[in-house]
């Protein structure tokens, strides 16, 4: 017999059957058992390697079941308009600049401007020390000769400047498409502000990345993944038509390890007859597979475009609906006939309805327990909405770090009543949703967008980073927090046998460096992972000079 049984440690399974167990036996890379040492068979441990946890805190790996991977390792090259980095507009303005003098440098600008634009992520106006959100004229202070364009923390609108307008062809008389809106001044000029389809505008003229290039960025991000306990992912498609499938094979070779369900955005694929998902992709027993389709149906709250069913604070204004009827029923139909899933980012109360009301008259076409549509984001669901989403099955993913990270944007937009009713996780599980965490790194205002442990803190305390109250009636207590970050968020993305420590299920685990379940809450966010192991073998380890 080959295995190890790891003992003399506090491990949280996820199993409601046995919660809790000091010791577990893993063979072939699955638990075959965990419980009470005390009770296990004096033979079955017989010729096992064994593990001395040293009374440590082990919780299965977290799956997020919401975030954009290949957007976020290639984040890590552009400019973070994010604290600690940046504070303002004025420093933002230096960054840009400061990036445009190491490119005339390098001898890329200018005469023998490279074709790279300036690229950079993750502004919020409402973190700016000005309060006010960008413009074009802002980005053309730090350069006006490369194109420059810095996405909002949403992922949903881009300032670009104005060599960028200029080669995109956008002027006072260009349209607003479908779905989206260019932002303009009192005399009809563009100010660089592209709100959600209207974003697309500028995307066939932005340099595309080489793929090995992207492949060794995503096995980066991979090692900086295992470092949070994040076993599992999934991939919630890309700004552009593109198969990440591929670029996830080749990061594998170089050492990225994490199982990822993989969705494509059908705004991109829909008027494409040759687009396919083969049967061999979507086999979700592999490291990668092809999970289902993408959709979204409004914008953000702190952009003011998420669909509301009341308008924005100080406004008549209830934001944007970006997805055609047609889109989504083509959509539907795509995902029946193929048996695959349907993900559609849905923030405000009329857009949730909007899907609800259409998806829940169908029967679930998934096998396996999976849900056959998960709706994302949910800040402001309406009552109907959750008893038709509980009564059909359909799933509700959640990140309860938007609020935590981004509160003065939810107090401008919305006011301090309303806030603290956006997503309200412990009413929707009361009633019967299936629900599961995520962070949709990096569409977040923070400056580690991927990790847990804030994600974690800010569901048990219901409190902003700076200590606003977002509604004490809406949290959960910690192993509820944790159990929707790995067992319902397995469920729902669809890892089979996974994200739970019990028999049969693979065993992708963390340990860390504190007891989760008994800290003061305020604390959670301080926890490290110490190791990591899937299918049993270690696969992270921190070395004692990491903090």
Known sequence: ?????????????????????????????????????????????????????????????????????????????????????????????????????QREKEGRAGENWDGRWIEGWGYDEGKFAEKRSLTRYDLDAGCSDIPVCILRTCGH????????????????????????????????????????????????????????????????????????????????????????????????????????????????????????????????????????????????????????????????????????????????????????????HAMGGRAVARIVDRVCREQNWMADDVPYVRVEHITEPGEESIRKAAGSGIAFATQPVFMYAEIESYLANLGEERMRRCYPVRHMLESGVRLCFSTDAPATSWADPSDPFTNLKAAVTRKAWDGTDCGQQEAVDIETAVKLYTRESARIAGFPDTGQLKEGYRADFAVLDRDLFTILPEEIDRVKVKRVYMDGQEVYGRSGNEI
């Open 1 to 101: 017999m080959t295995g190890t049984l790891y003992r003399n440690g506090k491990i949280f399974t996820a199993d409601d059957n046995c919660l809790y167990a000091d010791a577990m036996i893993v063979e072939d890379g699955v638990v075959r058992w965990a419980g009470q040492e005390a009770d296990l068979d004096r033979g079955a441990a017989e010729g096992l390697a064994q593990t001395d946890l040293g009374g440590a805190c082990v919780i299965p790996g977290f799956v997020d079941a919401h975030m954009h991977p290949v957007m976020l390792a290639d984040f890590a090259a552009q400019i973070s308009a994010l604290p600690p980095k940046v504070h303002s507009i004025a420093e933002l303005t230096e960054e840009i600049r400061r990036v445009r003098a």
């Open 157 to 344: 609108i881009r300032c670009v400047n104005s060599k960028a307008l200029e080669m995109a062809g956008i002027d006072r008389n260009t349209p607003d498409p479908e779905g989206g809106e260019i932002e303009r001044d009192a005399d009809g000029e563009p100010t660089g502000v592209l709100k959600e389809n209207a974003r697309n505008l500028v995307t066939p003229f932005m340099p595309v990345q080489g793929e090995e290039e992207k492949a060794e960025h995503l096995a980066a991000l991979g090692r900086l993944l295992l470092s949070q306990g994040i076993t599992s992912i999934t991939d919630m498609g890309n700004l552009g038509k593109g198969d990440n499938y591929p670029l996830y094979e080749r990061a594998a070779s170089l050492g990225f390890r994490q199982r990822v369900g993989i969705y494509y955005m059908w705004d991109f694929f829909a008027d494409d007859p040759a687009f396919a998902l083969p049967a061999r992709r979507r086999d979700r027993r592999s490291q990668f597979f092809a999970a289902g389709l993408k959709l979204i149906s409004d914008g953000s709250v702190s952009g003011r475009t998420a669909w509301m069913d009341q308008p924005y604070l100080g406004s008549g204004d209830c934001g944007i609906s970006v997805c055609p009827d047609q889109l989504l029923e083509s959509a539907v139909a795509f995902c029946k006939k193929n048996r695959c899933q349907l993900s559609v």
